[in-house]
């Protein structure tokens, strides 16, 4: 097996386990969220989002893009690319690291500004409702976008 398999089975495995991620966040973590009152809500998320900030997270957040490009420039170096590496390549880079850079951590870096138990009952529910929808969204191209490039990956 040559270095463009190596990179992209890496890319594969990587993008699937990035998936996974997201779609186990969207179906177990923000439906229990959901479930809690304002103050709670926003404190348990605060912790999410601190707690996730590990190196293994970041490694699997960048890393899965990086190899992406690589894979794409090692099999266009070969001549033997494929569109659907091209494909997960971009919405990785894309739909993965500019929705998240873009969309979820400056709402992120907002909530984690906020002193909850300093907060009224009509603050703390002004500040989830602005975050709670805007971060689902967001959250839910980005689950999009990497469970689609695991799909282009397994298909190429």
């Given at each position: ?78 001549g033997t690319l494929r569109w659907p590496v091209v494909a997960a ?68």
């Amino acid at each position: 097996m040559n270095a463009p398999s190596h990179l992209l089975n890496l890319t594969v495995l990587s993008s699937g386990l990035l998936a996974g991620l997201y779609v186990a966040w969207s179906i177990s973590v923000l439906p229990g969220l959901n479930r809690l009152d304002d103050a709670r809500y926003l404190e348990t998320f605060q912790s999410l989002n601190r707690a996730i900030l590990n190196p293994a997270f970041k490694a699997l957040f960048v890393g899965t893009a990086i190899v992406a490009v690589a894979a794409v420039c090692a099999h266009a170096l070969q001549g033997t690319l494929r569109w659907p590496v091209v494909a997960a390549a971009a919405l990785l880079v894309v739909g993965h690291i500019g929705v998240t850079a873009f969309g979820n951590i400056p709402l992120n870096v907002a909530l984690d500004s906020i002193d909850v138990s300093n907060c009224t009952a009509p603050q703390l529910t002004a500040h989830r409702a602005a975050f709670q929808q805007p971060w689902a969204v967001w959250h839910a191209i980005r689950t999009v976008a990497a469970t689609v490039a695991f799909g282009c990956l397994v298909a190429s």
